[in-house]
């Protein structure tokens, strides 16, 4: 079927409606064709054509320049529907441009939140709680043992001037012995003296 059949077609199915509406208009099929949008034009030229019996009669160049209107609508929507379709396309790439672009935003951020998260340990990659509880640990085994040492410094401390105490007190009584052993034998050498002294008189008389 023809072009010109499927408009003939269209005419007698819209006849009665675009005769109403044209008449109410009062605007010329030529003006319609030149300025109206593609419904107009059908409308008016259906409206303005003449009648043969139950037909609507079409003048050929009413028809060809309503063709041509037609077919310059058609390809200006099928031009806009391409660029549509092409904007579609472009935006789809770049959602999904996007899509990956967050993908791998997401995967760094959950790196970065694990490295955060963990602490390099000897080699070993802790959590924090973990590497706090160790750290605590270790803090708490030295401090124990600085309070043992310092325990046993003070012990051995007290001991050591104890025996320094001890030592001092003996040196003062062996000195204090000896002093009285000096005397004594001072003593004793000074008698034995006197002794020599008179033995040596007596002999001389």
């Not at 935003?105 to 602490?119: A, M, P, Y």
């Not at 003996?170 to 002294?197: G, P, S, Y």
Request: charged content about 30%; aromatic content about 8%; glycine content about 2%.
């Amino acid at each position: 079927m023809k072009l010109s059949q499927y408009f003939l077609l269209f005419t007698l199915l819209t006849s009665s409606l675009s005769s109403i509406y044209a008449q109410e208009e009062g605007i010329t099929a030529a003006d319609a064709l030149q300025k109206e949008k593609i419904e107009r034009q059908f409308d008016v030229v259906i409206a303005k054509s003449g009648k043969y019996q139950e037909y609507k009669v079409v003048k050929r160049v009413w028809m060809e320049k309503l063709k041509k209107n037609t077919i310059d609508t058609i390809k200006t929507l099928e031009s806009k529907l391409n660029t549509t379709n092409q904007k579609i396309n472009e935006q789809k790439s770049t959602i999904s441009g996007l899509e990956e672009s967050l993908a791998k935003t997401n995967d760094n951020l959950s790196t970065v939140t694990q490295e955060k998260d963990s602490i390099n340990f000897f080699g070993a990659a802790l959590t924090k709680s973990s590497y706090k509880t160790i750290m605590w640990s270790i803090i708490g085994v030295l401090v124990a043992m600085l309070s043992f040492f310092i325990f046993k410094f003070k012990n051995s401390n007290a001991v050591t001037v104890e025996a320094k105490k001890a030592l001092a007190e003996t040196e003062a009584e062996f000195e204090d012995h000896r002093r009285r052993a000096l005397e004594r034998e001072q003593k004793v050498m000074r008698k034995l003296q006197d002794e020599i002294n008179k033995q040596r008189k007596a002999g001389t008389k």
